[in-house]
């Protein structure tokens, strides 16, 4: 039977009563099989004596006597204090809510003695302790005990685990209630890897890998149990998305799409020549290549399904451009969808400037028009103009994958800003066509532990080169009290003819209600103050998410144009700004944004030719740990370094939009720590399904059981 196939209720277990299941409830544990897959946290080795002396060395393991009790506190309040001695000194117990350690560990026993200690009122003490009498064993707990190696499942390690807790359970109940699920049902648990991998890789068999995590002789044994688990986690996540990568190239080559043929004898097709030759500048190595990339999988017989990923103004968008092209030669439609509608209608007017003298013909839909008068005619007279193939390409924002949009023949898909939108979101725009073409772009670069799990079934092209001519953006690290320096920077800027970006974390001081936010500043006061006290001289706007997208509209054409020359803003600006002239980027509160917002947000400027900054403001009580996150944005350019670090600080759900559920949620791996069992399990994922793609041989067949008994958790979409 597999672990998750133990649908046995935890209240079948002794001790286990309406009370106690309803707290493993909120653990998400109602069955043996979610109790024994709630690994431990952490683990506790107490093979090693650590005297009650050494408390500043170590959590202290020792075997002491009880000298005295003492009481201090009145009423509810009233507090037992436990004094005890080890063969090098005296330490005292404070006891809170433990009252009942008064009959446990009276005057002249014998105890065992764990936990963490510090010095205070002129005493060695402790309130985090655990402690019981060397001779308790204690209802077939089989409790810990000096001398004997102690330790829980069979007595055998003094190794204990650390369990996620919630209200009304302990870690000793936690240990009982596992050692006894270990014993019932322990031994009967299946193997969920084929023998092959277990030989090659020395790892435990299911029974012994569960056992051992919750209760490890040694430390080694632990450290084989760990690797086995992460390694069938990782393998799994990986077979999923290469049967999902598999089953798209499937439906692509059964013929719903028709075949395409080669538009030229070289890389690219009439239209993108003629789009190539209408350019002041070359394209990029990193740019040649991806669309040389794209090409390929375009014409090839199934589904394109590629990540475009680059750094902040590398070229993607032109990249994609040229994509489009290559869908609306071939006969098709091509759509771009974007996160916000300020994005959106970028893309739509670059493409017309670029795009319309080669005939194509550009739209552009957002869900923000009005029902009624003249936009809801214009509206239906689009979509129509859509569903006749009157319209080549269509940019916009969720509009384009709603109910009343239909396309006469969609080829291609773009998202940008891909992170940005979900799986059902992304499904839904694909659902328009039939299998179109699938090309996702993320300004964010994707760390490669993460691409090779949300976008493992991706192709990826990556951009590393940016246009020539362009500078590197200057960073620079300003406390909030030495803000009036940056202020005095910018204004010189200001006075040689260029423009400015402030972006605050809140949109009005009311938005956060939480106290330890009353000080932030926020965009609409200090789009006033900056207005009237720190640069009178000079136009300013202000730009945030709750502006009605006409008045967003009017406002960034006019900082375009430099009709103003600050723009006070919260992290909207952070994608889709394109104004060459903005030469300062001055960031409030930066400790309150990820590294990869702010290196968006950096991204705004530099865009030009002129040398252009990046200011981040923090706090003057900034710890010391946050200045070196902020640290990682002074020491580097580089958005792959960036991402790799906020990756390690924020994780990887926050990034790209992760969630797990069911039967992919990992219990034990991460796909940052572990990347190097996350290539390993992926080698041997795609390996398997490469020679043996229906997993019918002998050898695989446990492969898809697992894959059948997981199948209602692993529908994850594109």
């Known amino acids: 039977?597999?672990?998750?196939?133990?649908?046995?209720?935890?209240s079948s277990l002794k001790g286990v009563g309406p009370g106690a299941a309803g707290n493993l409830a909120r653990l998400g544990i109602s069955s043996i099989g979610s109790l024994l897959f709630h690994y431990p946290r952490d683990w506790e080795d107490r093979s090693r004596h650590v005297p009650l002396k050494d408390w500043n060395k170590d959590r202290v393991c020792t075997e002491a006597t009880v000298l005295a009790h003492d009481w201090f506190g009145f009423g509810r309040m009233k507090t037992l204090k436990i004094y005890v001695e080890d063969e090098s000194a005296r330490a005292c117990l404070v006891c809170f809510n433990r009252p009942f350690l008064q009959r446990q560990l009276p005057v002249g026993c014998r105890c065992r003695l764990y936990g963490h200690f510090y010095f205070r009122y002129g005493d060695i003490q402790s309130t985090a302790f655990e402690a019981e009498p060397v001779s308790e064993r204690g209802m077939g707990d089989r409790k810990w005990r000096a001398g004997d190696g102690g330790g829980y499942g069979g007595g055998r390690s003094p190794i204990l685990p650390v369990y996620p807790l919630t209200a009304g359970l302990s870690q000793g109940i936690l240990r009982k209630l596992v050692n006894q699920a270990l014993e019932k049902f322990g031994t009967s648990l299946e193997d969920e890897l084929p023998e092959s991998i277990i030989s090659r890789d020395g790892l435990f068999h299911k029974p012994d890998a569960i056992r051992a995590i919750h209760f490890p002789a040694c430390m080694e044994e632990l450290e084989r149990a760990r690797k086995t688990i992460i390694y069938e986690e990782l393998f799994y996540l990986e077979v999923i998305i290469g049967k999902r990568a598999m089953l798209r190239r499937i439906e692509r080559s059964s013929g719903a799409v028709a075949e395409k043929g080669v538009l030229t004898e070289g890389d690219l097709s009439p239209l993108q020549l003629g789009l190539l030759e209408r350019l002041p500048f070359c394209l990029t190595?990193?740019?040649?290549?991806?669309?040389?990339?794209?090409?390929?999988?375009?014409?090839?017989?199934?589904?394109?399904?590629?990540?475009?990923?680059?750094?902040?103004?590398?070229?993607?968008?032109?990249?994609?451009?040229?994509?489009?092209?290559?869908?609306v030669e071939e006969g098709g439609q091509a759509a771009l969808m974007a996160p916000t509608e300020l994005l959106?209608?970028?893309?739509?007017?670059?493409?017309?400037?670029?795009?319309?003298?080669?005939?194509?013909?550009?739209?552009?839909?957002?869900?923000?028009?009005?029902?009624?008068?003249?936009?809801?005619?214009?509206?239906?007279?689009?979509?129509?103009?859509?569903?006749?193939?009157?319209?080549?390409?269509?940019?916009?924002?969720?509009?384009?994958?709603?109910?009343?949009v239909v396309y006469r023949d969609l080829r291609l898909v773009v998202v940008d800003e891909q992170h940005r939108f979900g799986v059902i979101q992304r499904q839904a725009i694909m659902a328009k066509g039939c299998m179109p073409d699938l090309l996702m772009m993320s300004a964010t670069p994707i760390p490669r532990s993460l691409a090779l799990t949300v976008f493992g079934d991706l192709d990826v092209s990556v951009i590393r080169?940016?246009?020539?001519?362009?500078?590197?953006?200057?960073?620079?690290?300003?406390?909030?009290?030495?803000?009036?320096?940056?202020?005095?920077?910018?204004?010189?800027?200001?006075?040689?003819?260029?423009?400015?970006?402030?972006?605050?974390?809140?949109?009005?001081?009311?938005?956060?209600?939480?106290?330890?936010?009353?000080?932030?500043?926020?965009?609409?006061?200090?789009?006033?103050?900056?207005?009237?006290?720190?640069?009178?001289?000079?136009?300013?706007?202000?730009?945030?998410?709750?502006?009605?997208?006409?008045?967003?509209?009017?406002?960034?054409?006019?900082?375009?144009?430099?009709?103003?020359?600050?723009?006070?803003?919260?992290?909207?600006?952070?994608?889709?700004?394109?104004?060459?002239?903005?030469?300062?980027?001055?960031?409030?509160?930066?400790?309150?944004?990820?590294?990869?917002?702010?290196?968006?947000?950096?991204?705004?400027?530099?865009?030009?030719?002129?040398?252009?900054?990046?200011?981040?403001?923090?706090?003057?009580?900034?710890?010391?740990?946050?200045?070196?996150?902020?640290?990682?944005?002074?020491?580097?350019?580089?958005?792959?370094?960036?991402?790799?670090?906020?990756?390690?600080?924020?994780?990887?759900?926050?990034?790209?939009?992760?969630?797990?559920s069911g039967y992919l949620m990992l219990g034990m791996a991460d796909p940052v720590r572990d990347v190097r069992e996350l290539q390993r399990a992926r080698n041997d994922a795609f390996e398997i399904l490469e020679t043996d793609p229906a997993l019918e041989q002998a050898r695989h067949c446990i492969i898809a059981r697992v894959l059948e008994e997981a199948a209602p958790f692993t529908d994850t979409g594109l």
């Open 1 to 10: 039977m597999f672990l998750r196939n133990l649908k046995e209720p935890v």
């Open 285 to 327: 190595p990193g740019q040649t290549e991806a669309v040389r990339e794209i090409n390929r999988d375009m014409d090839g017989p199934f589904s394109m399904a590629r990540l475009l990923q680059g750094d902040v103004g590398s070229g993607k968008t032109l990249v994609s451009f040229l994509a489009c092209l290559r869908a």
């Open 344 to 404: 959106a209608r970028q893309h739509a007017e670059n493409a017309a400037r670029l795009l319309e003298p080669l005939g194509l013909r550009i739209a552009f839909l957002t869900g923000n028009l009005r029902t009624s008068g003249s936009k809801a005619a214009g509206r239906n007279h689009l979509l129509k103009a859509l569903a006749c193939g009157e319209i080549d390409l269509i940019a916009g924002t969720h509009a384009l994958f709603s109910r009343d």
């Open 465 to 660: 080169d940016m246009p020539p001519g362009r500078k590197p953006v200057r960073t620079h690290l300003a406390k909030e009290s030495n803000e009036g320096k940056v202020y005095d920077f910018v204004r010189r800027e200001l006075e040689a003819g260029r423009q400015a970006y402030f972006v605050y974390p809140l949109i009005e001081g009311g938005d956060e209600a939480a106290h330890m936010q009353q000080d932030l500043k926020d965009a609409v006061s200090m789009a006033q103050r900056l207005a009237k006290e720190v640069f009178p001289g000079f136009s300013l706007a202000l730009l945030h998410s709750k502006l009605d997208e006409e008045e967003k509209r009017r406002t960034m054409d006019a900082f375009r144009r430099g009709d103003i020359k600050i723009l006070a803003a919260t992290s909207v600006v952070e994608v889709g700004v394109d104004v060459p002239n903005a030469s300062c980027m001055v960031v409030e509160h930066a400790e309150r944004f990820g590294l990869s917002a702010l290196h968006q947000m950096r991204g705004r400027v530099g865009r030009g030719e002129d040398q252009s900054y990046c200011f981040l403001v923090y706090s003057d009580h900034l710890t010391d740990d946050g200045k070196k996150r902020l640290m990682v944005m002074l020491e580097n350019s580089d958005g792959f370094v960036i991402a790799e670090e906020d990756l390690k600080l924020r994780g990887p759900g926050q990034i790209a939009g992760v969630e797990q």
